[in-house]
T-cell receptor
Framework: NAGVTQTPKFQVLKTGQSMTLQCAQD?????MSWYRQDPGMGLRLIHY???????DQGEVPNGYNVSRSTTEDFPLRLLSAAPSQTSVYFC????????????FGPGTRLTVT | KNEVEQSPQNLTAQEGEFITINCSYS?????LHWLQQHPGGGIVSLFM???GKKKHGRLIATINIQEKHSSLHITASHPRDSAVYIC???????????FGKGTHLIIQP
């Protein structure tokens, strides 16, 4: 059981580039979510999904897209990266939503120059 | 004003001391989480509470729904307890977590 995996661990992008952060879980969890963590701000919810085919916006969704075509995968797309998106991104999953017990991935550190 | 406030922001203590970290929130909630973020960055869920008290090893979490307050206690603290402790709530009717900014705990040998 790998739990929640995220790739890549580190990424540097130039302003305007696009990329996808990958997140996968092998626990058959229905609920998955993406958070960003910035110094002095704490974690903030970007997008979440309560099951395959269903996604919704969190607190800070602008500049990010998500899709959930399978139960296992929940990729986060940056459409046109901006320096304000420099952050550490965490994916998490929970058996059901709301997230009564969450399992976090190891994080992706993204720098946009 | 943040909906979830933690205190203190930073705490340094000696090994063996009893530690208390506080979390106050200003919204109606269905549950509250305590999380631990290791120095390497990984986040682990410690407790999920909707009432009363939970204990796991040297960690104890309590919640008072009427006062909108929760505490995380660490007994016989150890340097390996050094981490950031994060309080997060599930607002009533919501599907996501709202987080406090964390308490940075250092336990010195």
């Amino acid at each position: 059981n790998a739990g929640v995996t995220q790739t890549p661990k580190f990424q540097v992008l130039k302003t305007g580039q696009s990329m996808t952060l990958q997140c996968a879980q092998d626990m058959n969890h229905e609920y998955m979510s993406w958070y960003r963590q910035d110094p002095g701000m704490g974690l903030r919810l970007i997008h979440y999904s309560v099951g395959a085919g269903i996604t919704d916006q969190g607190e800070v969704p602008n500049g990010y897209n998500v899709s959930r075509s399978t139960t296992e995968d929940f990729p986060l797309r940056l459409l046109s990266a901006a320096p304000s998106q420099t952050s550490v991104y965490f994916c998490a999953s929970s058996k059901t939503g709301p997230p009564y017990e969450q399992y976090f991935g190891p994080g992706t550190r993204l720098t946009v120059t | 004003k943040n909906e979830v406030e933690q205190s203190p922001q930073n705490l340094t203590a000696q090994e063996g001391e009893f530690i208390t970290i506080n979390c106050s929130y200003s919204v109606g909630i269905s549950a509250l989480h305590w999380l631990q973020q290791h120095p390497g960055g990984g986040i682990v869920s410690l407790f999920m509470l909707s009432s009363g008290k939970k204990k796991h090893g040297r960690l104890i979490a309590t919640i008072n729904i009427q006062e909108k307050h929760s505490s995380l206690h660490i007994t016989a603290s150890h340097p390996r307890d050094s981490a950031v402790y994060i309080c997060a709530v599930i607002k009533r009717g919501a599907d996501g977590l709202t987080f406090g900014k964390g308490t940075h705990l250092i336990i010195q040998p």
